[in-house]
């Protein structure tokens, strides 16, 4: 094994003893799917900068500053825009109805606000649409490790998938928590330290600018390369309608929400991951762009970020950065494998099947579908090689299927459970049509996510006045 591989596995096995330490304080039920409620602020804002910089905001936002340059930026503060909408907004609300009536999931939340038909709608796209997403991350984790360590796919995958598995599986989001603790510090710490390594080695930003002038030969091109407003209008737009709904309804982040001492803890640790995210905002895009400066002629844009990182920088501050990078993937799964578990355990086997399950029972069973839901995406990680890009589809439909009814039915009465369903199928079955039958183009400059989107508001608002709800519960 060369240096970064040993690098690689002392990091896995130093997350999995934590995990593990940490497992010894799960005590029951609460304790694995909300923290036992007692996260203070700066342990909340860990555990939600961990995943929400995680793989996209690292790894593709750097592949995407290589193709389209410094305007991939608004990715991340379409993302941060969602997390303050989290922190001011949806946070603090549902993290209230979730204290009085003991929620653990968001699945929790539908059923009392709607029914819990409507619960298991959601909860089984989500069950099954995010074992395939797992199986996505385990993907990444390998693609990184084969171009920069050179360890094969399998073994890759069955890295992220061991380490992802163990701690989470164990102990759930208390151990992901403190987990998570490593993974934002050493994430944070390998970024910081890669700018100036970089810059160093590209001749500063001016360096940065003549080499793209010089490989692109077309002013006009270089000139929008540079500029904020370089992806198209367009596509910053989609950037927004897609990505903050995500950020704000997304069922792993309202569970690390529910995990707050109290409300006061929602809005300091949520804001404060909103604030980051920001500051965030231009460091992968820049070491795309660097990337881009480098190795023009890169034709996989996901490698830009392991491969500018190991390029530009002495061993042990690569190996750092590349210790960055798994944390990113690695918290990224985490989140997903908690959303798998919560949807198959708490929301469709106690909702449906066993209502009568004992605490015991509850996270005995938690635990075991972690190890089968991680075991099903290593298996589809290995047998279905371009998941990354075929699974995007189950993001839209996150957002598709749950905005409407998660915001209006929080702050108004109206919206009835029939404007859940409708609003929900509808926007799901176009943003499907959009996707496969008029590639992914919705209306106008909107992509197909974001018209759906639109559409499930629209019916909403026509449902609520319409055909209003004649007795609802309070949600403010």
Not at 333 to 361: N, Q, R
């Amino acid at each position: 094994m060369n240096g970064y591989t040993w690098v690689i596995v002392l990091y896995a096995l130093l997350l999995v003893g934590v995990g593990f330490i940490i497992t010894k304080r799960v005590k029951g039920s609460v304790d694995y799917f909300v923290g036992g409620r007692k996260f203070g602020s700066a342990l909340l804002f860990i555990t939600l900068v961990a995943p929400n910089i995680g793989a996209g905001s690292t790894v593709g936002v750097a592949g995407l500053g290589f193709k389209v340059g410094i305007s991939a930026a608004w990715w991340i503060v379409a993302s941060s825009v969602g997390t303050f909408i989290l922190a001011f907004v949806v946070g603090p609300v549902i993290w209230r109805l979730a204290k009085e009536h003991n929620f653990y999931t968001l699945g929790d939340y539908l059923d009392y606000r709607y029914n819990k038909y409507f619960r298991g709608l959601i909860s089984l796209m989500m069950a099954i649409g995010t074992v395939a997403i797992f199986a996505g991350q385990l993907m990444g984790i390998a693609w990184i490790l084969s171009a920069v360590a050179g360890i094969s796919k399998t073994v890759g995958i069955l890295i992220g998938a061991v380490v992802v598995i163990l701690y989470f599986g164990a102990g759930g989001m208390l151990a992901a928590a403190y987990v998570n603790i490593i993974e934002a510090t050493v994430k944070l710490i390998g970024f910081l330290i890669a700018v100036p390594f970089v810059l160093n080695f590209i001749g500063g930003w001016s360096g940065l600018e003549a080499t793209i002038v010089g490989n692109m030969a077309d002013s006009v091109k270089s000139a929008s390369y540079f500029s904020f407003d370089g992806a198209g209008v367009s596509t910053i737009i989609g950037f927004f309608l897609m990505l903050t709904p995500s950020f704000f309804i997304s069922p792993g982040l309202i569970g690390k929400v529910y995990g707050a001492k109290n409300k006061r803890t929602v809005i300091l640790g949520t804001c404060l991951c909103g604030l980051v995210m920001l500051a965030f905002a231009l460091i992968p895009p820049f070491l795309g762009m660097a990337a881009a400066a480098i190795v023009p002629n890169l034709t996989e844009r996901e490698l830009a970020l392991p491969i500018v990182m190991k390029e530009c920088m002495p061993f042990w501050a690569s190996a750092l950065a590349l210790a960055a990078i798994f944390s990113a993937e690695v918290s990224a799964a985490d989140a997903v494998l908690y959303m798998i578990t919560s949807s198959f355990t708490k929301d469709l086997y106690k909702g449906f099947i066993k209502p009568d399950i004992s605490d015991e029972m509850l996270l005995k069973s938690s635990r075991v579908v972690a190890v089968v839901a991680g075991l099903l995406g290593v298996g589809m990680a290995i047998v279905l090689p371009n998941i990354i890009t075929a699974l995007s589809i189950f993001y839209s439909l996150m957002s598709v299927s749950l905005t409407a009814p998660l915001l209006f039915g929080l702050f108004s009465k109206r919206p009835s459970t029939a404007a859940a369903f409708i609003s929900a199928t509808v926007g799901v079955a176009v943003a499907v049509f959009l996707h496969f039958w008029n590639d992914g183009k919705g209306l106008g400059i909107l992509n197909g996510q974001s018209t759906a989107i639109l559409l499930t508001i629209v019916i909403m608002i026509f449902m609520m006045y319409a055909f209003p709800a004649s007795k609802k519960n309070a949600s403010f």
